[in-house]
């Protein structure tokens, strides 16, 4: 499938299992990692996982548990640079504010009213019991992503001659689209949150897979005609901003 898109002394060397947690001291702050092992490993790497706010340690099936960890050890300034950077959580609550399509609105619990979730004067209600208002909001936000999708889709993919055979939304923690062989799409609902030009791209970026499983030079020159407006601004915006679309709703 192509896609758009990813201390301190530890006591005693032992086996380590999948998702294995540990943590790394540097500065009088606790690091938390977590240790996986990968069969496709040729050496020990770090990567952050933003979605989820930790950072993964990976190994090679037959390296030390001791020698990972000693690398992650020299690696603590890099850790805790990059946990620092994080963007902050936005959880749905009464009174954040989130984008819709990239403007800005307010969310307003309204528990003494029926119904489930409305538009009024730039803010978005979400009516029941406050502990449902975190699902509600997501639906309702979904909702908008399938009733927004599927025409700038089939436009773009009308323009290419080729058909789309499924259209699906996902939570996807490590790309924004993808494309399948079967001419399967799929999208993260999380998009809803971005401005329209970069909704656009992504859509242009995945129906241009239709005719190019590849990233070659034909694919990006598709891509860009596929596009309503240059693509250098909504790339450029998603490489600033996609790390923050993954903290509505944490």
């Known amino acids: 499938m192509v896609g758009f898109f990813g201390f301190g002394s530890i006591a005693g060397a032992r086996p380590a299992v999948e998702s294995d947690r540990l943590e790394i001291a540097h500065g009088g702050a606790s690091l938390p990692l977590t240790f996986v092992r990968s069969r496709r490993a040729r050496r020990a790497s770090l990567r952050v996982d933003t979605a989820n706010r930790r950072v993964i340690l990976t190994a090679p099936q037959r390296m030390a548990y001791a020698t990972a960890v000693a690398f992650a050890h020299a690696q603590a300034g890099w850790i805790a640079a990059r946990l620092k950077r994080l963007p902050a959580p936005r959880p749905f609550v009464d009174g ?20 489930t979730v409305w538009l009024e004067a730039g803010e978005i209600h979400v009516a029941g019991h406050a502990e449902h208002l975190p699902r509600r909001l997501r639906d309702w936000l979904t909702a908008e992503m399938r009733r927004c999708l599927p025409p700038l889709v089939e436009a773009k993919a009308a323009r290419v001659e080729r058909t789309v055979t499924r259209l699906s939304l996902r939570d996807s923690r490590t790309r924004w689209g993808s494309c399948g062989p ?29 005719v190019h499983m590849n990233h070659g030079p034909r694919f990006w020159a598709l891509a860009e005609r596929l596009c309503d407006g240059p693509m250098a601004a909504p790339r450029a915006w998603l490489k600033a901003n996609g790390e923050t679309l993954l903290q509505y709703g944490a």
């Open 96 to 115: 954040a504010e989130v984008p819709l399509f990239g403007v800005p609105h307010r969310i307003r619990h309204r528990p003494g009213l029926r119904g």
């Open 182 to 210: 079967d001419g399967g799409l799929s999208f993260s609902w999380r998009l809803v949150f971005a401005p329209p030009e970069v909704l656009d791209y992504l859509v242009a970026h995945e129906v241009a897979h239709l």
